[in-house]
């Protein structure tokens, strides 16, 4: 269910740039993939349920040439959707950069015109909804009238 989600997000053009690594715990995709995470999120991600790379195809197979100039959107869209998919499931989830990408790109032979783009951990949460964990960065968020604009935006 929680890729059927990002498999209906909406592309440009329909591209559909994205495709998944999916590691479930136990299993030897999980173990590899975890094998590669930069040390902060070694703390916590290890132990996630699923572990998913959020792959982006970047050039046209066989080429240079740009697959889609909405590539990282489109994917970003995608693994967005999967999330809210996930929370209303009754999990946590938390999309990284922490991870060691050119090492992930060689353990897992990714083709030259994809590109590991972030990860995503994804399971029970061992904490209190809300509850701050881990790397410690400030979760605020910026007011409401700080980012929406009824007119131009030179205020
Ligand atoms: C593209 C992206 C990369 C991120 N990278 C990391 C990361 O490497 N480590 C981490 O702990 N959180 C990472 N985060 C999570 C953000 O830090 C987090 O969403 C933000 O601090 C707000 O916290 P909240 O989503 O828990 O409310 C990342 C989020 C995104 C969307």
Redesign the pocket.
Known sequence: MILEAAQSAPSAGNSQPWSFIVGMRGEDTHTRLSAHLAR??TVWAPSASYLIANVRQRFIEGSELEYSEFGRYDLGQAVAYMTVQAHSLGLAS?????FKKQALTEAFQLPEHLEIV?MTAIGLADHLRGEVV??G?D?TRRELDSLVFAGDLSR
Do not use: D, E, K, V
């Open positions: 902060s999120s938390h999309q990284f950069r922490a972030t881990g790397s960065t979760r």
